[in-house]
């Protein structure tokens, strides 16, 4: 059984899909054994409580820099033998110390179709601002490895959407949820935890199980 850890910063909706699918047990051979914020009272603290998943708080703001804290999250991560990382709605950017020990282990969900919309600024709501701006007619989610780079790494899992022409960031960003990052974040964590994923080079081919 794979050991989850799941970073969070905010509201949790991803968090509480990823609790939901494994009460369904549609996380095959994976727990959530933690949640860890980079922020502190934030709801997803409240939706890992009433899961009964432990939690701990490495607020960015006590660390001088990006890599110190992800000195202190690697730290955390071993101590408590954690298999895989999931970034699910985590706005803090990490160090290349974090994936020399996690490496193609650590999974994280954009609400975009990258390489669209995706890299330096592009998180929350200010990703479908750009979308609308931009004049997409279609957008979605993306499930990827985290590498060094920015929303660069291998992707595991797409889906798109419509955008339709009334549409507001809020409208967009909630038929994304509900359509794509909802459904396949547990998607790819549950085939992460069956070693159902192989990264060769840029493609993450999915093996049968
Ligand atoms: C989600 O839409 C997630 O895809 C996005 O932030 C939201 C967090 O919502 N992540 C990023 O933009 C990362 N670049 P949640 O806290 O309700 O899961």
Not at 130 to 152: I, M, N
């Amino acid at each position: 059984m794979k050991k989850i850890a799941v970073l969070v910063s905010g509201g949790g909706t991803n968090l509480q899909a990823l609790i939901d699918a494994q009460s369904r047990g549609e996380i095959v051979n994976g727990k959530i054994s933690v949640v860890i914020s980079s922020v502190p009272e934030v709801y997803a603290l409240e939706r890992a409580q009433k899961a009964g998943i432990p939690s701990y708080v490495l607020d960015r703001k006590y660390y001088p820099s990006s890599q110190s804290m992800t000195v202190a999250l690697l730290e955390k991560l071993r101590e408590l033998s954690i298999d895989v990382v999931v970034m699910a709605g985590f706005m803090t950017i990490v160090t290349k110390e974090l994936f020399e020990v996690y490496n193609n282990s650590v999974i994280n969900i954009h609400p975009a179709l990258i390489p669209s919309f995706a890299g330096p600024g592009c998180y929350g709501l200010h990703v479908h601002e750009k979308a609308l701006a931009y004049g997409v007619k279609v957008s979605g989610a993306t499930v990827h490895f985290v590498t060094e780079e920015c929303d660069s790494g291998p992707i595991i899992l797409q889906k798109a959407v419509d955008v339709l022409p009334d549409d507001t960031p809020e409208v967009l960003q909630r038929r994304i949820m509900e359509q794509c990052e909802w459904t396949l974040l547990p998607q790819a964590v549950s085939l992460f935890c069956q070693n159902r994923l192989r990264v060769d080079g840029r493609v993450v081919r999915i093996l049968e199980p």
